[in-house]
């Protein structure tokens, strides 16, 4: 069985640590991370899932990304566990003095430019306004909801610093660093890259 560190317990942690227990057969996948749920940045966030485009990033990769999350999140949205991972549908619109630029327009529930009825029922003026519907996640309860799932399919908690990788590449693992919040870290990383060898790999997200 190959072991996994994921280094961050935030909900981008969490995440990536669910995804290879559902994508990699015959792992044992721990999380180290000396924050958890209500003590991360992540417990105050919530997002909006929304079209988007990213410089330097191939149109294909990116409605690539927007189709796979959106897939994902609205089947938990479909599903029993909406409440519990406090998600749930959100409508909405976008005013702005340039139209709205972003893939995935297609991919969401709705997406269109907003009538002329509509604009003018705002007390704000601007040139442009697209109406929408997507997914709102509340991450105060995605991640307790996310640790429940990762927990349930035998996942390993450590709450502890990572002061440095060697702690973690000493057990022989393959090592997927989510988060370079430490620029120690990051820096040792970029080191570590470059003197790797054969059986470890790193990646940067």
């Given at each position: 069985?190959?072991?996994?560190?994921?280094?961050?317990?935030?909900?981008?942690?969490?995440?990536?640590?669910?995804?290879?227990?559902?994508?990699?057969?015959?792992?044992?996948?721990?999380?180290?991370?000396?924050?958890?749920?209500?003590?991360?940045?992540?417990?105050?966030?919530?997002?909006?899932?929304?079209?988007?485009?990213?410089?330097?990033?191939?149109?294909?990769?990116?409605?690539?990304?927007?189709?796979?999350?959106?897939?994902?999140?609205?089947?938990?949205?479909?599903?029993?566990?909406?409440?519990?991972?406090?998600?749930?549908?959100l409508s909405g619109y976008f005013f702005g003095r340039q139209p709205y630029v972003g893939e995935g327009k297609d991919?969401?529930?709705?997406?269109?430019?907003?009538?002329?009825?509509?604009?003018?029922?705002?007390?704000?003026?601007?040139?442009?306004?697209?109406?929408?519907?997507?997914?709102?996640v509340e991450c105060r309860f995605y991640l307790p909801f996310l640790l429940k799932k990762f927990k349930k399919a035998?996942?390993?908690?450590?709450?502890?610093?990572?002061?440095?990788?060697?702690?973690?590449?000493?057990?022989?693992?393959?090592?997927h660093l989510t988060c370079c919040c430490c620029m120690k870290l990051y820096h040792y990383l970029l080191e570590m890259?470059?003197?790797?060898?054969?059986?470890?790999?790193?990646?940067?997200?």
């Amino acid at each position: 069985m190959r072991n996994i560190v994921v280094i961050g317990g935030g909900v981008i942690g969490l995440s990536t640590a669910v995804n290879i227990q559902e994508t990699i057969p015959n792992v044992q996948v721990t999380v180290i991370a000396e924050h958890f749920e209500e003590e991360t940045t992540s417990h105050v966030a919530a997002g909006i899932f929304c079209p988007y485009s990213h410089p330097g990033v191939s149109q294909e990769r990116i409605r690539t990304w927007i189709g796979d999350s959106f897939a994902h999140y609205s089947k938990i949205i479909n599903s029993a566990e909406a409440v519990e991972a406090g998600m749930l549908r959100l409508s909405g619109y976008f005013f702005g003095r340039q139209p709205y630029v972003g893939e995935g327009k297609d991919i969401i529930y709705d997406f269109r430019v907003a009538t002329a009825i509509e604009k003018s029922s705002f007390p704000i003026r601007f040139p442009y306004a697209d109406f929408f519907t997507s997914v709102l996640v509340e991450c105060r309860f995605y991640l307790p909801f996310l640790l429940k799932k990762f927990k349930k399919a035998g996942g390993l908690i450590e709450r502890r610093r990572v002061e440095s990788l060697e702690e973690v590449l000493a057990r022989q693992t393959v090592c997927h660093l989510t988060c370079c919040c430490c620029m120690k870290l990051y820096h040792y990383l970029l080191e570590m890259v470059v003197k790797s060898s054969h059986n470890v790999k790193y990646r940067i997200r």
